[in-house]
């Protein structure tokens, strides 16, 4: 009896003793990056933990940094994290005294149980670490309303450089106008993932988006209708002023795209000046269009609208378009872009176009955007004139980083011209080596989403995500990291930040999410 007794005591002491599945200690999460950095190391034993009194640390020009940090933090804790500069114990602390070997964009984080540090070089790298440390929080940082819970984040540190400099998106606006509101939040998605640059297509043969003065019916004529006949839009240039000057708060360069010598109709509707015939063309009108290259009011009004983008752009480049120039003769092709390219010039700026401007006399400045799909001999064959130039090159392969793609023959809407996009397809690729032979005239990569079939701002967003982000990662990340295994784990950790963020994306089979 005694002996069964002493069984039973032990069992008990065991039962009630023994450690909970709650007091087990559990494997921190893994770190789940999207772009992976150039270095990122795991520090065991250490968790950051944000509360009440967390303060944020800008030092000297950190400041509006700081205040965005405080600003995607504020709505979902509830906390008032203050902004200063004064250091103690447990702050996120802002720092630009970083190397210069950091360049223009890298930067360093640690994050340890006593606090966090990034520091950089230049403002734009002191905002790429705040995307990396972002990240590392719960996905319900980023809610609008008070969330319950805790705020930590795994411990790591992190050095940081873009392989690229030019890592962008292009929205057409032309085929369907989107208005500032929904631009201003692509610009927050793309800067999300690193992305530093949003080329605009302005203008196309459905639609002119932008005001310019003296040319009042380009905008309001020429952009009253859409590609589905809906009422279309512009954006006024205090509109395009506002979109200006949300991108360099998240430090992206705006770059305006008025498409030429074709896809040309809104324009030529609007005035028939513009046509060798004098007479104006429909809105809408089918079939190819171009600008009447003889004339020399085409050049005038040229000059105009370049010009008034010019000033109202800061960045380098003036996009001049040049694909598809069907219904312009070759002679009157090369001459239309020498004289753009004057014009281009002429007010401050450097040219940029699709790669088909190649057969212009280019100077050592402009920029070519490869848009040719793997093995076309003809569109490398211009690749290889640009690089032979000296001009640099934006690879957007259109089999590779064209979003406007179907993801596979079951996609309910995109296209398909060329071939089906999957998501290891878009991520899979490299920029050194897509184009043999120009490695080195490489300047970044470039994700293009053309609107022709896209009436809405979730058919945009369903067609960019999940793919814009491994465009993202294939112009930030070194090429040794890249793995499409270790990538579509990654990338599946992100749904969890796009539900909370209202994003309608695609739950691709090939991606490992996480529920």
Known sequence: MRKVLCLTVSVLAAALFAPTASAVPQAPPPVRIVPQPSSLVTLPGQTYTLRPTTRIVAKAGAAQTGEYLAGLLRPSTGFTLPVTNTTRPGDIRLDLTGPSSLGDEGYRLTVTSTGVEIAAHTAAGLFYGVQTFRQLLPAKTEAKTVQSGSWTARGVAVADTPRYAWRGAMLDVARH???????????????????????????DNDGWRIDITGWPRLARYGGSTDASRGPGGFYTQDDYREIVRYAESRHVTIIPEIDSPGH???????????NCDGVAPPLLNPGWSSLCVPLEITYKWLDDVIGQLAALTPGDYIDIGGDEAVNTSAADY?????????????????????????????????????????GSADDEALARVAQQRGNKLVLSPADRAYLDMKYDASTPIGQDWAGYTSVSDAYDWDPATFVPGVAGDVAGVEAPLWTDVFPTWADVQYMAFPRLPGI??????????????DYRTRLGAQAQRWDVLGISYYRSPEVDWAD
Do not use: C
Request: no cysteine; glycine share 8%; aromatic share 12%.
């Open 177 to 203: 106008f989107f208005p500032v509101a929904q631009v201003e939040q692509y610009l927050d998605l793309i800067s999300l993932y690193k992305m530093n640059t949003l080329h605009l297509h302005l203008s």
């Open 264 to 274: 040309i109709t809104a324009a030529q509707a609007s005035y028939a000046e513009l």
């Open 334 to 374: 090369k001459h239309f872009i020498d004289r753009a390219q004057q014009i281009v010039l002429s007010h401050g700026k450097k040219l940029i176009g699709w790669h088909q401007i190649e057969a212009g006399d280019l100077t050592g400045t402009a920029t070519a955007q490869y848009w040719g799909t793997a």
């Open 472 to 485: 993202a990662e294939i112009g930030w990340s070194p090429a040794g990291t890249h793995s499409w295994a």
